[in-house]
């Protein structure tokens, strides 16, 4: 029902910004909760953050205050807005998007993905 596709992805140091977008197509973008996830080579498929329908915005703890999620209705995208970047946040980020709110945090909770993007921060 929509597609994902996420860019912004690259390769930083320590201490560098990133803004990644999403940009959905073929669905009802302002209806569904967003969010996005990253996974690290060898390991599970993380929360980041979420924005609802609505703009409400949670985030995960290991990246509050340093990231920023938005959306566009408009352009029926997506944003993370990504300061301070350390090795931690080396990952393969992933949009999704989702009809639901309760498990936010959760992968399952979302029906639709993107192919990611890698972004590699060095020391």
């Known amino acids: 029902q929509v597609q994902l596709a996420e860019s912004g992805g690259g390769l930083v140091q320590a201490g560098d910004s990133l803004k990644l977008a999403c940009a959905a197509s073929g669905g009802s973008f302002r209806n569904y909760n967003m969010a996005w996830f990253r996974q690290a080579q060898g390991s599970e498929r993380l929360f980041v953050s979420t924005i609802s329908r609505s703009g409400g915005t949670w985030y995960d703890a290991s990246v509050k205050g340093r990231f920023t999620i938005s959306r566009d209705n408009a352009k029926s995208t997506v944003y993370l807005e990504m300061h301070n970047l350390n090795s931690d946040d080396t990952a393969v980020y992933y949009c999704?998007?989702?009809?639901?709110?309760?498990?936010?945090?959760?992968?399952?909770?979302?029906?639709?993905w993107g192919q990611g993007t890698q972004v590699n921060v060095s020391s």
């Open positions: 999704a998007a989702g009809s639901h709110s309760l498990w936010y945090t959760r992968p399952d909770n979302y029906d639709y």
